[in-house]
């Protein structure tokens, strides 16, 4: 147990899209054990509760065995620790993603010297994708096939028919 190497991929996940799914399963198989933790208490004002965005993610990560879905609040560095986390994952789409991460790296690791972040490079196709690029098509009555995973494009429709 204690040599399992456990990997956090921390984020809003509102709702999870097909750039996360990639590096879901890109980072599943570079550790023995990853945590998709959903960040609770944020200020942004979302569009699916913690439940429902905890309950997409378990819906398209279920063929991988070793994923597990949890939220979490306070500070990434402590839930690390209570997690026995060696590891952050988190998604790079462009240059002007790597400040911001860079940042959060370095604090992360003061706050917990035990913890790394592992910087995965989007693949291509989802270079421009965002939970936030979802909702806004979603709002606008677009279609967001090729951007969420099948499994949980009808929900977005309802929820968004529902808002509109
Ligand atoms: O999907 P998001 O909204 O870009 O995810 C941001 C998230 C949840 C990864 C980030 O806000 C975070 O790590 N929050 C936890 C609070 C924390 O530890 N803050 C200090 C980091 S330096």
């Known amino acids: 147990m204690s ?3 456990t990997a956090i991929y921390p984020g809003s996940f509102d709702p999870v899209t097909l750039g996360h799914l990639d590096i879901i399963r890109r980072a599943s198989v570079m550790f023995d054990r990853l945590i998709v933790a959903v960040m609770h208490n944020q200020n942004k004002k979302p569009m699916f509760s913690v439940e429902e965005r905890m309950e997409f993610l378990r819906r398209t990560t279920v ?3 070793n994923v ?3 939220s979490f609040g306070g500070l990434l560095a402590d839930y690390a620790r209570q997690q026995d986390a060696c590891a952050v994952v988190k998604g790079l789409r462009a240059v002007s993603d790597f400040e911001y991460e860079f940042q959060m790296a370095l ?3 003061k706050l917990n010297p035990q913890l790394d972040t592992v910087l995965l490079m989007t693949s291509a196709e989802y270079m421009y994708l965002s939970s936030s690029v979802v909702k806004d098509i979603a709002v606008h009555g677009g279609s967001v096939a090729g951007f969420v995973p099948d499994r949980i494009m009808q929900d977005i429709v309802r929820r968004t028919r529902k808002e509109g």
Request: glycine content about 0%.
């Open 3 to 5: 040599n399992m190497r």
């Open 63 to 65: 063929e991988l065995s």
């Open 68 to 70: 597990e879905i949890a």
């Open 107 to 109: 604090a992360n690791r």
